[in-house]
């Protein structure tokens, strides 16, 4: 057998409704269960109350009575307030009625012996037909004790005026309840309308703006509440959305321009290889292996920052050296003018993915020998806040002091960089710098003595593989 669902969902005749029907709707229902909850409270208070006030009555007559039959002062007919709804019998022990008030039976008592035997002094209810009332009566049965033995005096009120307050009341409760909630219920269909009136606002807003690089925002309401906040948190999604789409479309902009300049030129040397072959380069193959070349580390930069873009922030899990990193790439560096000196402290170590932190390394190193002049430097410590910290200097042009911070914008070459046959497709310092904070830590350009100098700063591991405390 299946699991039955923890929650069931709506059923679909509700689903359908608007939130404003739905809210005015279960509010009624609130309010309606809450009347009807006070009016049986109402009703059945005002009901106790007016029997305990019958009961009071019944008692005093039935005391009073019973005073003057024990004072052997007893006249016939009783005397009692309001004939008619009082009547009171006074029965001897073998249940024959010595005397009785105006309008009560003379002969045959209220009670019968059996009822009178388990009757104490404690008030309850009578079929009133017995003296032909339509309603109950509320009898009392109180002991008196004369010269002539005990006597027992009943006393009976009948609660038709009872019954009458409590049907007046009812009938004003049927009438009033359901005009009240009605009422209720267009006042909460207003209140609701009026307060939901900014949440259309905001849709209207929201199905006007379209995918156009127009940049639009949605209309706040003037009320600083829940739904003001819920607007401003759309904008800045819209903001955030907007320079999103922006740096998409400059940097698919940039990619087709980086990418038609090498396949213009293959296309332009296989144009004069086909209609001209006798004037085709010699060195035509080397020159479209060259193309192709860098053609090809472009589709690759391009994949990568791809690839960091849909996972920002995330890097696999993994201690790594970062000198013996470092000393890898630096080895399989082709020889040439410059020369690179390795200064590795072997206890440098980090968390995160080992290719791409080699991909760092690589990207930082390919950028320092294009420019040196004749040396590199690349050095790998630990600093004593708890980094481990990665630097490659050159003693090339460097880096001007405006633009440290523009060299790590994608598809940026400096002016000494321009040249495409020594200059990159300026992503590699962009790939850096996002795998860097992918890690963790920070890749920035600072100044150095001459040349330019490169810094990566990532979160050191300790020995025990916890991170270096700062």
């Known amino acids: 057998m299946t699991e039955e669902p923890a929650k069931r969902a709506a059923p679909g005749w509700w689903r359908r409704l608007s939130l404003r029907a739905r809210l005015t709707t279960l509010a009624s229902l609130v309010v309606a269960a809450g009347l009807l909850a006070g009016s049986l409270l109402l009703v059945g ?58 309008g ?46 005990t006597q027992t005096v009943i006393a009976a009120v009948s609660v038709t005026s009872v019954a009458d307050s409590v049907r007046v009341i009812e009938v004003g409760l049927l009438i009033g309840g359901p005009l009240l909630l009605a009422l209720f219920a267009a006042i909460a269909w207003v209140t609701v309308g009026w307060t939901l009136r900014p949440v259309a606002t905001l849709r209207r807003g929201a199905a006007e703006i379209t995918g156009t690089g127009e940049a639009r925002r949605l ?73 192709t070349l860098r053609l090809g580390r472009m589709v690759e930069d391009l994949l990568a920052l791809a690839r960091l873009d849909e996972r920002p922030g995330q890097a696999e899990s993994g201690e790594v050296e970062l000198g013996e990193v470092a000393r890898e790439v630096a080895e399989r560096l082709p020889a040439g003018a410059a020369e690179v000196r390795l200064d590795l402290d072997g ?86 710098r996002e795998i860097v904070r992918a890690h963790g830590g920070e890749l920035t350009a600072e100044q150095a003595a001459s040349g330019a100098l490169l810094v990566a700063r990532l979160p050191a591991e300790t020995p025990a593989g916890g991170r270096a405390a700062g």
Do not use: K
Not at 46 to 75: F, G, H, K, M, N
Not at 83 to 89: D, F, I, K, M, R
Not at 245 to 273: K, W
């Open 219 to 291: 209309p706040l309401p003037a009320a600083d509440d829940e739904i003001h906040r819920l607007g401003v948190t759309l904008n800045s999604m819209l903001d955030r959305l907007d320079q999103a789409a922006t740096r998409q479309r400059g940097f698919v902009a940039d990619a087709a321009h980086e990418l038609r300049s090498p396949l213009a030129s293959m296309r332009a040397q296989l144009e004069v290889a086909v209609l001209h072959p006798d004037q085709a380069s010699p060195g035509l193959a080397a020159d479209l292996l060259a193309d």
């Open 347 to 432: 206890g440098a170590r980090v968390r995160g993915d080992r290719v791409a932190l080699g991909r760092v390394v690589q990207n930082l190193l390919d950028n320092a020998v294009r420019y040196a002049s004749t040396r590199v430097d690349v050095s790998v410590a630990s600093s004593a806040d708890g980094l481990a910290v990665l630097a490659v200097a050159d003693d090339g042009p460097g880096i001007p002091e405006p633009d440290r911070e523009r060299v790590f914008e994608r598809f940026t070459r400096l002016d000494d960089a321009r040249s495409r046959d020594r200059g990159g497709a300026g992503l590699g310092l962009a790939i850096a």
């Open 104 to 149: 009560s039976d003379r002969a045959v008592p209220l009670l019968s012996r059996a009822e009178l035997a388990a009757a104490d002094r404690t008030p309850r209810f009578l079929d009133g037909g017995r003296i032909g009332e339509r309603e109950p009566l509320r009898v009392i049965a109180w002991p008196a004790r004369t010269g002539s033995g």
């Open 45 to 102: 208070s005002l009901e106790r109350s007016l029997i305990a006030a019958v009961d009071t009555t019944a008692r005093q007559r039935a005391q009073d009575v019973a005073a003057l039959a024990a004072s052997d002062r007893l006249p016939d007919p009783i005397p009692v307030a309001g004939a008619g709804t009082v009547l009171v019998q006074v029965v001897d022990s073998r249940n024959r009625v010595v005397a009785a008030s105006v």
